[in-house]
């Protein structure tokens, strides 16, 4: 046995993903897609976020003007820049939650402004507010 302390790892990252790289714990950098060579299990690839373009389907019941109870569905879509993939990993804890509670936040200050045909005819207006 010699004086090494790791093991030397390859690890493929996908198209279209970015691989989280961490040094014994510690954030070292973010790797693109392909093959790279990392000592574990001193440095490791700790995680990987795709980026691709993701769909989050979110239903909302709300009540319009005029007291009527409605459910709104709403399709949000999103993906990961990849500049900002270090807060996308590091920051959010439940990206996906987060974002469905801004959309029922929005959707619940939008639609009850409106009575229910006006909420059926701006579709638009509720996409722009989310």
């Not at 399709?75 to 820049?81: E, G, L, M, T, Y």
């Not at 500049?83 to 996308?88: G, I, N, R, T, V």
């Not at 959010?92 to 987060?98: A, E, V, Y």
Request: net charge negative.
């Amino acid at each position: 046995m010699g004086d090494d302390m790791g093991f030397c790892c390859l690890q493929c990252i996908r198209t279209q993903e970015v691989g989280v790289v961490e040094d014994l714990g510690q954030f070292k950098r973010l790797v693109d897609p392909g093959l790279h060579c990392v000592c574990w299990p001193l440095v490791s690839v700790v995680g990987r976020l795709s980026l691709r373009i993701q769909q989050l389907d979110v239903v909302c019941e709300t009540k319009t003007k005029d007291n009527v109870f409605v459910q709104v569905a709403v399709a949000v879509q999103f993906k990961v820049i990849t500049e900002s993939a270090y807060d996308a990993y590091y920051r959010l804890s439940d990206p996906r939650g987060q974002i469905q509670s801004y959309v029922f936040d929005v959707v619940r200050s939008t639609v009850p402004r409106m009575e229910l045909d006006e909420a059926f005819a701006s579709k638009a207006e509720i996409a722009s507010a989310v």
